[in-house]
């Protein structure tokens, strides 16, 4: 019996003076649980350079002829700008719509007619080109490591495609025509792919390559130095293309995400 009730004291001790130590230490602090920031309003901007072609030329005088062997019709590079604001809908996927200036590239043409007796009329073509594109856009962002994340997307929308100061001078012959400067809406479309490096948790540097189809383009009616002209008679860019390579940022509307404070415990 004596034996049972020193057992219980020494048990009786050792429960006080664990209180004891307790009640002297600090309460242990727990995060809270992570949450995290998907979605959210961004804004966007992107400066660039086009790198454009021309599926090829027609002009309503390419019928009077036997035939017509384009020899070249290319495009300087020209700078872009363009603005847009999307929606982060999760951790994948973003949409977003933007307005794009694309400034003039100058163009280089030149054909060969022969007609039916076999006599060949080279003819040399310059101009130059601008657009305004609109795009609604969708991304799939493809996984994030180092705050980098790889990305594709699609885009659709119009294009207003603008000819100006068109000219034709014909080699052989002397002969000068003129296309008034004119505009024209077509249905535009694009393909993304890219890298995005997130600076911030509210700023982000994307690097990206585009493909952008923008439709066709015409010139005014060509009017000759002699001042004639035919009706109906634009020249006509078929199938304008584009590759394009872009330096993007995004910011980000929605507030930063800030880690929550230690939940006291104990």
């Given at each position: 019996m004596g034996r049972v009730r020193v057992?219980?004291?020494?048990?009786?001790?050792?429960?006080?003076?664990?209180?004891?130590?307790?009640?002297?230490?600090?309460?242990?602090?727990?995060?809270?649980p992570p949450v995290e920031a998907f979605g959210g309003w961004y804004l966007r901007g992107d400066i660039g350079v086009t790198n454009q072609r021309v599926g090829s030329l027609f002009n309503a005088l390419y019928d009077t002829a036997a035939s017509v062997n384009t020899v070249q019709k290319g495009f300087d590079a020209s700078p872009l700008f363009g603005l847009g604001v999307g929606y982060q809908f999760n951790n994948?996927?973003?949409?977003?719509?933007?307005?794009?200036?694309r400034s003039r590239a100058n163009f280089h043409g030149l054909d060969i007619a022969t007609d039916f007796a076999?006599?060949?009329?080279?003819?040399?073509?310059?101009?130059?080109?601008?657009?305004?594109?609109?795009?609604?856009?969708?991304?799939?962002?493809?996984?994030?490591?180092?705050?980098?994340?790889?990305?594709?997307?699609?885009?659709?929308?119009?294009?207003?495609?603008?000819?100006?100061?068109?000219?034709?001078?014909?080699?052989?012959?002397?002969?000068?025509a003129f296309g008034a400067t004119t505009s024209k809406w077509d249905f535009a479309w694009a393909l993304h792919a890219g890298l995005a490096y997130k600076v911030t948790p509210g700023f982000t540097v994307e690097l990206a390559y585009r493909y952008l189809n923008v439709g066709d383009a015409e010139s005014g009616d060509l009017v000759t130095y002699l001042g004639g002209n035919a009706v109906n008679n634009p020249m006509v860019f078929r199938d304008i293309t584009s590759h394009d390579f872009k330096l993007g940022v995004r910011w980000s509307l929605e507030p930063a995400y800030v880690p929550p404070p230690l939940v006291r415990k104990g």
């Open positions: 057992i219980l004291l020494a048990g009786a001790a050792a429960i006080v003076t664990t209180s004891a130590l307790a009640a002297d230490m600090p309460p242990v602090m727990y995060p809270a994948w996927l973003r949409f977003d719509v933007t307005g794009e200036y076999g006599t060949r009329f080279p003819d040399e073509y310059h101009a130059s080109k601008s657009e305004w594109v609109f795009l609604a856009n969708a991304y799939f962002d493809l996984g994030t490591w180092w705050c980098l994340t790889p990305f594709v997307g699609a885009g659709v929308g119009f294009a207003r495609n603008t000819i100006h100061d068109f000219q034709d001078i014909g080699t052989s012959v002397g002969g000068v």
